[in-house]
């Protein structure tokens, strides 16, 4: 069976940067400007500036939550100017962030519907010391309706139930040819022909190169084995296909390394989740 590759869709955000200083408990702040984390926003990106800086209660409508402020340091630090997009200081902060957000959220936040923003000084607020990195977590409407999803609470802790709704799921997907255009949703206990496997790291792939499909797929597949329960990857390969939601050049810029992976099939559809199934619980083997 020959795999897909879905091309990712961004959100289009405001490409804002805030300017802040140490928040680091018992610092002075040299700008007088202190973003606050657990505080929330009525759009990502907003609140650009120390001026315009108008946070909300997390109870209250918005769209951006911020859930942890760092700091750079080392010689991160010392740089003339901010990190740009692309640099080893920027993808540190980055990476941080994602493991800030898994404490916070209970699991991976690749794993929902969510996306992850990571405010950074402008040049004057860099030239003023200002050294901080803000994180920022947005959920979305859908994979396939990268927009925000307005809410009135908190997303800390809404990964430790392994029944969020904001976790990905089971889906019915639309092709033309190999290129799909839509993914809507579907229940995991009734028909469905696409579900949820796991994220597959692209670690090992420097930044600035391209992921060779055929590792992306390999990747994918090792990650449906593992979902469904079967230790030999070619069992899965004849029975199932896979969809991985390839990352785009700006998510790489970013640092982002994780591929989602669906397991899928152009025949009956499941009526189950195919969780730790094992091979009894999979398809017959196709014909080649």
Known sequence: MSP???????????????????????????????????????????????????????????EAETFFVGRFAGLDADSDDPPETGSDAARRAYASCGTAARDFLGDE?????????VMLPTATGWAAAERWYRCDLVEIVA?????????????????????????????????????????????????????FAGVWWADDFPYGEEIPEDDMWDGCYGVVARHVGVPDEDEVERRLD??????SEEERAAGETGVLCFLHTDGPPFNRPLAGVGVKGLPAPQAD
């Open 4 to 62: 897909r590759r879905v091309g990712a869709l961004l959100m289009v955000l405001a490409a804002s940067v805030v300017a802040g200083c140490d928040v680091l408990p018992g610092r002075d702040c040299e700008s007088g400007f202190v973003p606050q984390a657990g505080v929330c926003h009525l759009a990502p990106g907003d609140n650009a500036s120390g001026e315009a800086y108008q946070p909300v209660d997390c109870l209250t409508r918005h």
């Open 109 to 117: 936040w690749r794993a929902a519907r969510l996306s992850l923003q």
């Open 143 to 195: 994979l396939d309706l990268y927009e925000p999803s307005p809410r009135a609470n908190s997303l800390k802790g809404g990964l430790r139930s392994p029944s969020s709704p904001l976790r990905h799921g089971c889906y019915n997907p639309t092709f033309i040819g190999d290129e799909m255009k839509t993914l809507p949703p579907a229940s995991c206990t009734g028909p469905h022909q696409s579900e």
């Open 242 to 247: 896979v969809l991985a939601w390839a990352l």
